[in-house]
Structure formats: C-alpha cells, structure tokens
C-alpha cells in the first residue's frame, strides 16, 4: 500500500519559525514535524510514501532525505503551483492509482492506530474513509457531521471561545458531546480520482467529497481515540511540544551546541540549536530559533525569539502574527 504525505504548504500563522523552512520541515524536539508523520506510517507497514512539495521544497527534502531514517522510501513530486488538498493527489495520480492508498496531512504527531481504520475501510466498502476525532476542546477545526457511520456533511467552527491549544490536554467537555473533527488521515480508493479535477487547485472537503457525497458515494467516518496534535500556529507548535516532553518528564529541550550561563534560567521552553543564554537572563514558555542570543538580564516568557537577521525586510505573510525587533532579536509574544 502506498501513502501520500501533504506537506506542500506555506505554514503563515507559524512565521518566523517558518522564515527559512516550510512548515512540515519545523523541528519538534529535535525530528522535523514531516518525520513524525513518516515514521507513523511505516509503524503500520507503509514504506512507499509520496511526499509533494511547493513551498521552500528544499527545506523538507533536507530534513527527510530519502526517507530511510524514518522507515519509508520516499518519492518527492514539485507543485509550480500550490493545488490544495486534493489538487496535490490530481499532481501525483500516476504515483497513486491503482489501489488503495492512504493520505496524511503533514503537520501531525499522532498514535491513532491506522490499522482499524483500515478495517473500517474494507468492512464500509466505501469510497474513502476519514478519521474523525472528538473535538473536547471546541478548536477551530471544521465540524463533521456524520450518520450512520458515514460522513454527510461539512460544517463550519464550534462556537465555544474556549483558548485553541492541544486538543488531547483540554476536557471541559464531555467527550460524546463534542462535534467531530477531521484529523487529517484518509483512506481513499483510487476510484476518488473520478471526482478530483485535473490540472486546478482543489480541496478534498470543500468540492470533492461533498460532490461525491452528492452523487451516492459513501465517505466512511472512522472515530478513532489516541494521541493526536496539529502544529499550524505558534501558540499550538509550543504547546504541544512542552506535552510531547511533559510525557518524558522534562521541561526543556536543548537543541545542538547550547550555551547556558549557569546565572541563567531557562523552564518550559524549546531551544534550537546553537542558541546563547546570557548570564542572568530568564527564558520561560518560549521558543528560541536557531543562533539566538538572548543578552545577559533579558526576559523572555510566553514569546516566539529569532534572530533579527533572518526576517529583516521581509514583508510578513497575511496570516502571520505582529512581532518586533528587539536588538539582535524579532520578538513574537504569544500573551493573550
């Protein structure tokens, strides 16, 4: 069975991490986020794996490789024009058709067990199959509204306030009531390619699947439990990168080559490599890029740091968020 893993996109609400990498190419605790999702499929015998590829290519092949690190085999396909979601298996349909294959959304760490959604799969004999989770959080993500076991329709956010932040840390629902929520891992029948247009950009959720759905097909909904977060912004990247290390019982990751004055606090935090904390200076709930330095007495909490140097004169994406320069820092704060 061969997989596709969609990592083709331009990560705007996670900038300036993204300012010299593409958004699946991010480091989390060290593995770039596209080999966490590598190394989920070929945990369930997935080895022959699609990768596409629009935004900084270079930057996600750079961190995979050919793939053999993280237990696959990989082949890359170049979008000239960035095609959605669904327009990115119309690009790679001669790598996928013919057989059953399964799609991942790039931006994931999970341990949803494949396998029982692909029990679902051939037990519905449906046309794709989606994984669906409980949304306890109410984050923004799309409501699917299901019946019978099959997806009927799209819908739009849930209408709770509550902070968007990692899904599996937040219970102030109860679980059965929450909406459902597309995780980004799909099942699909090469037969979806009857309803995918050629050569234009399209998204699986907004034309294919409610065309599909429209004309008689059946888009089984697969419930699953398990551990599952998307990284898209800058608060969720280090929410959830404190819980993946919450889990090992730590509160700090340390790139490569850190220097840390011993007068120097550093809690809660995520450093990349080759980062500087001066003598006296306290570093608590933040993200420091690559070669940062923070300066001797400098606070830094609840902020996304990287060097000034690597956004000067750069005109922010639309979706990015307001930061500033700070000496030799740009300076993102994530307080609410």
């Given at each position: 069975m061969k997989a596709m893993i969609l990592a083709a996109g331009y990560g705007e609400r996670l900038w300036p991490l993204t300012a010299d990498r593409t958004?699946?190419?991010?480091?989390?605790?060290?593995?770039?986020?596209?080999?966490?999702?590598?190394?989920?499929?070929?945990?369930?015998?997935?080895?022959?794996?699609?990768?596409?590829?629009?935004?900084?290519?270079?930057?996600?092949?750079?961190?995979?490789?050919?793939?053999?690190?993280?237990?696959?085999?990989?082949?890359?396909?170049?979008?000239p024009a960035i095609l959605g979601t669904s327009g990115a298996l119309d690009n790679a349909r001669n790598l996928l058709q013919g057989d059953?294959?399964?799609?991942?959304?790039?931006?994931?760490v999970t341990d949803i067990d494949l396998r029982a959604a692909l029990e679902t799969h051939r037990r519905t004999k449906a046309l794709a199959t989606l994984v669906l989770q409980r949304n306890v959080a109410r984050a923004r993500f799309s409501i699917v509204e299901t019946e019978g076991g099959f997806v009927k329709r799209f819908g739009g956010m849930p209408s709770s306030n509550d902070v968007d932040g990692p899904s599996n840390d937040k219970l102030k629902f109860v679980g059965h009531n929450?909406?459902?929520?597309?995780?980004?891992?799909?099942?699909?029948?090469?037969?979806?390619?009857?309803?995918?247009?050629?050569?234009?950009?399209?998204?699986?959720?907004?034309?294919?699947?409610?065309?599909a759905i429209a004309k008689g097909e059946l888009i089984a909904a697969h419930v699953a439990e398990g551990r599952w977060y998307e990284?898209?912004?800058?608060?969720?990247?280090?929410?959830?990168?404190?819980?993946?290390?919450?889990?090992?019982?730590?509160?700090?990751?340390?790139?490569r080559n850190p220097l840390i004055d011993a007068a120097a606090e550093v809690h809660d935090s995520i450093l990349w490599d080759d980062v500087i904390v001066e003598r006296g200076a306290s570093v608590r709930r933040a993200v420091l890029g690559d070669a940062v330095r923070i300066p001797a007495g400098d606070r830094i909490k609840d902020s996304i740091v990287v060097r000034a140097d690597l956004v000067a004169g750069v005109t922010p994406p639309a979706?990015?968020?307001?930061?500033?320069?700070?000496?030799?820092?740009?300076?993102v704060s994530l307080s609410r």
């Open positions: 958004k699946p190419a991010l480091p989390v605790l060290g593995k770039p986020l596209v080999g966490y999702v590598a190394e989920y499929l070929s945990k369930f015998g997935i080895k022959d794996v699609v990768v596409n590829l629009h935004h900084q290519p270079e930057s996600v092949q750079r961190s995979l490789g050919d793939g053999s690190r993280f237990g696959v085999a990989l082949q890359y396909i170049y979008e059953t294959f399964v799609v991942v959304n790039g931006k994931i929450a909406p459902l929520m597309f995780t980004g891992i799909q099942v699909l029948e090469s037969r979806i390619f009857d309803y995918i247009p050629r050569g234009v950009f399209s998204h699986s959720t907004v034309e294919v699947y409610p065309e990284l898209s912004t800058l608060p969720r990247y280090l929410d959830i990168s404190l819980a993946l290390l919450r889990a090992e019982d730590r509160d700090t990751y340390m790139g979706r990015a968020s307001k930061g500033e320069t700070k000496g030799e820092n740009f300076v």
